[in-house]
T-cell receptor, first 114, second 113 residues
Framework: AQSVTQLDSQVPVFEEAPVELRCNYS??????LFWYVQYPNQGLQLLLK????STLVESINGFEAEFNKSQTSFHLRKPSVHISDTAEYFC????????????WGAGTKLIIKP | DAGITQSPRHKVTETGTPVTLRCHQT?????MYWYRQDPGHGLRLIHY???????DKGEVSDGYSVSRSKTEDFLLTLESATSSQTSVYFC????????????FGEGSRLTVL
């Protein structure tokens, strides 16, 4: 069965510094990959997704993620974080074999230090 | 954004009492989901629905039941609440699962004393 690992439960970083949030999944069969963001006291919302095509996907607020099939990874990066990026970030994977049910990582809290 | 409202947003109850959480959507999405969110566990699927009166179990369905009598409403019931069911519950909807884009409600925080 598919599983998703987010190794870092918290990532503290200074404002304007770069950040990488790591996500690895277990199966290399055809998968769809997602990053969701949860701001304090809110529900989750889709940040970006990989379904097919270019392995580098971007969000409208400067985040990007790269699908690496050989390493079964989908790490999230941003070159310069802002205080407004403070949130919890969840990686999720779905595949045809699971009827597209999303399998979720445990989440990574991004803590921006001024 | 899909219009998804959850009620109640906050509830405190006692062990052994029944609890019903309601999810209402205005987007006519076919699929609806109930998740619970606990620190260190991410989101865990409780039950989901793929149409009116069509529901199935998720990975943590024990102690929970659901009903969907209308497209727009998906109810989650705890027949006899336990302290282990203290959690934040999220409803989510999707029109086409192969897009992966779930739309979430703002959550219902349940405390079972």
């Amino acid at each position: 069965a598919q599983s998703v690992t987010q190794l870092d439960s918290q990532v503290p970083v200074f404002e304007e510094a770069p950040v990488e949030l790591r996500c690895n999944y277990s199966s290399s069969v055809s998968v769809y990959l997602f990053w969701y963001v949860q701001y304090p006291n809110q529900g989750l919302q889709l940040l970006l997704k990989y379904l097919s095509g270019s392995t580098l996907v971007e969000s409208i607020n400067g985040f990007e993620a790269e699908f690496n099939k050989s390493q079964t990874s989908f790490h999230l990066r941003k070159p310069s974080v802002h205080i407004s990026d403070t949130a919890e970030y969840f990686c999720a994977v779905s595949d045809v074999d699971s009827n597209y049910q999303l399998i979720w990582g445990a989440g990574t809290k991004l803590i921006i230090k001024p | 954004d899909a219009g998804i409202t959850q009620s109640p947003r906050h509830k405190v109850t006692e062990t052994g009492t029944p609890v019903t959480l309601r999810c209402h959507q205005t987007e006519n999405h076919r699929y609806m989901y109930w998740y619970r969110q606990d620190p260190g566990h991410g989101l865990r699927l409780i039950h989901y629905s793929y149409g009116v009166k069509d529901t199935d179990k998720g990975e943590v369905s024990d102690g929970y039941s659901v009903s969907r009598s209308k497209t727009e409403d998906f109810l989650l019931t705890l027949e006899s609440a336990t302290s282990s069911q203290t959690s934040v519950y999220f409803c989510a909807t999707i029109d086409r699962p192969n897009t992966g884009e779930l739309f979430f409600g703002e959550g219902s925080r349940l405390t079972v004393l």
